[in-house]
């Protein structure tokens, strides 16, 4: 399928502005467009699962995705919601290993997809592409491994505390003194990032909501008491850790 000349320049942009991609000549990121396809993922559609052939890479240039891992009983364990500028599927260019993750759309998406066999030849041909990826992965790995350290190791309350205060900088809005977080996330869904249930996930809020800490409203939820919520964190450096990875 041609691609529209708006649609191109869109392609370019995030390309061009993609953290792994810097300090690349012309040549490099011509390559790279001409190479892009655009693909459309209606919500609930994946983009790619667990175990699956990984022959590309994904940049998502409209829309959400949520990045999550899953057991073999079916259990799913969400770690995070991404969204336009965010790259996908990187790992598949170390070796030929199946997917780790799963990658699903959770309203329509649009992603450049990007053959791993052209990024490895530019990465062959320009050594400074895999260097920035390199520092890249080490960021992601280091927040995804304390992530799921503080699942592990700390208690539900800390760990809801934890993907609240996440929410304020993928979602936060500052409002009337209080920070209103516009999310669609469901009580269930709080329970798939936490490793809980929906019911254990609603004990704590509605302790919050007494407390007037964390309140839900008719977009989503309110903090009402920023320095009470950091407080539920079982440890201050936890405070610094970032969503996504």
């Not at 942009?13 to 467009?33: C, H, M, S, Y």
């Not at 175990?51 to 949520?66: M, R």
């Not at 170390?94 to 450049?112: G, Y």
């Not at 993928?170 to 709080?190: D, F, P, W, Y």
């Amino acid at each position: 399928m041609s691609i529209q000349s708006d649609v191109l320049q869109q392609i370019t942009k995030l390309i061009t502005a993609a953290d792994w991609f810097q300090g690349l000549p012309e040549e490099a990121i011509n390559r790279l467009v001409n190479a892009a396809k655009l693909a459309t993922f209606s919500s609930n559609k994946p983009l790619y699962l667990m175990g699956s052939q990984a022959n590309n890479v994904f940049g998502i240039l409209s829309g959400k995705v949520e990045i999550s891992i899953s057991s073999y009983n079916g259990e799913e364990f969400a770690i995070c919601d991404e969204g336009a500028g965010y790259w996908l599927g990187e790992f598949t260019l170390a070796n030929d290993s199946p997917r780790i993750l799963n990658v699903v759309a959770q309203e329509e998406t649009q992603a450049v997809v990007i053959p791993k066999s052209v990024l490895n030849a530019i990465g062959d041909e320009f050594p400074l592409m895999y260097r920035n990826l390199f520092k890249l992965q080490i960021h992601r790995i280091s927040r995804l491994y304390r992530l799921f350290g503080h699942m592990v190791f700390y208690p539900l309350e800390s760990r809801l505390a934890l993907i609240a205060l996440s929410l304020v900088e993928s979602h936060g809005v500052s409002q009337n003194n209080h920070i209103l977080i516009k999310t669609e996330l469901s009580q269930a869904e709080l329970g798939k990032r936490t490793l809980s249930s929906r019911q254990s996930v609603n004990q704590i809020l509605r302790r919050w909501s007494v407390e007037d800490i964390f309140v839900k409203s008719p977009t989503g939820y309110i903090i009402k008491d920023l320095d009470a919520l950091k407080l539920k964190l079982s440890s201050p450096i936890d405070s610094k850790l970032i969503p996504g990875v």
